[in-house]
């Protein structure tokens, strides 16, 4: 079946420091990828997104590139801040017909200290 | 325009009581999901609903479990004879009838059952 693998936390970071989270995945076709962030307290808001093989997603200075050789979206910034201190998740969608529900990884949970 | 709610966001029950919470998508959103979060994992898919069509069941969701959407807009999530199992994060999402179908998730309901 489909499933989301990510590096396993915590992670810690000094301020400005660079972040790579990796995730891999295993899934039939061609699913759209997602990174979630949940900030403490908080509901999982939508970070980025990609829908096909070398598409790159971005926001909020963070960046994932869908590598379909690799069955990787591993997500980057280039400076980390202290309000990045979060839990991520990387999760997918099935292509094809009927396929809605989000597969999770099991999230890395990311401390940036000062 | 706002978020997707849920009601209670914390829920102290007694094993075996029922319980029953409320989610309030975004209002134009016609597709409405059901996720189930444990301590350190990442979301697990309950079931999922176009307008007021109930269109996937995960296994996940044992009898005891219903949920409902009768006018497709506001759903219910319905635990009988709750277990201490049953102790999760419990979260709603929703999303357009349109692809890639991101879907936006509420705040969720802390559920304890003691």
């Known amino acids: 079946g489909d499933s989301v693998t990510q590096m396993e936390g915590p992670v810690t970071l000094s301020e400005e420091a660079f972040l790579t989270i990796n995730c891999t995945y295993t899934?039939?076709?061609?699913?759209?990828l997602f990174w979630y962030v949940q900030y403490p307290g908080e509901g999982l808001q939508l970070l980025l997104k990609?829908?096909?093989?070398?598409d790159k997603g971005s926001n909020k200075g963070f960046e994932a590139t869908y590598r379909k050789e690799t069955t990787s979206f591993h997500l980057e910034k280039g400076s980390v801040q202290v309000s990045d201190s979060a839990v991520y998740f990387c999760?997918?969608?099935?292509?094809?017909?009927?396929?809605?529900?989000?597969?999770f990884g099991k999230g890395t949970k990311l401390s940036v200290i000062p | 325009d706002t978020g997707v709610s849920q009601n209670p966001r914390h829920k102290i029950t007694k094993r075996g009581q029922n319980v029953t919470f409320r989610c309030d998508p975004i209002?134009?959103?016609?597709?409405l999901y059901w996720y189930r979060q444990t301590l350190g994992q990442g979301p697990e898919f309950l079931t999922y609903f176009q307008n007021e069509a109930q269109l996937e069941k995960s296994r996940l969701l044992s009898d005891r479990f219903s949920a409902e959407r009768p006018k497709g807009s506001f759903s219910t999530l319905e635990i009988q004879r709750t277990e201490q199992g049953d102790s999760a994060m419990y979260l709603c999402?929703?999303?357009?009838?349109?692809?890639?179908?991101?879907?936006?998730f509420g705040p969720g309901t802390r559920l304890t059952v003691t």
């Open positions: 990609a829908t096909k093989a070398d």
């Open positions: 899934a039939t076709g061609y699913p759209s």
């Open positions: 999760a997918l969608r099935l292509s094809g017909a009927g396929s809605y529900q989000l597969t």
């Open positions: 209002s134009e959103h016609n597709r």
């Open positions: 999402a929703s999303s357009l009838d349109l692809y890639p179908y991101e879907q936006y």
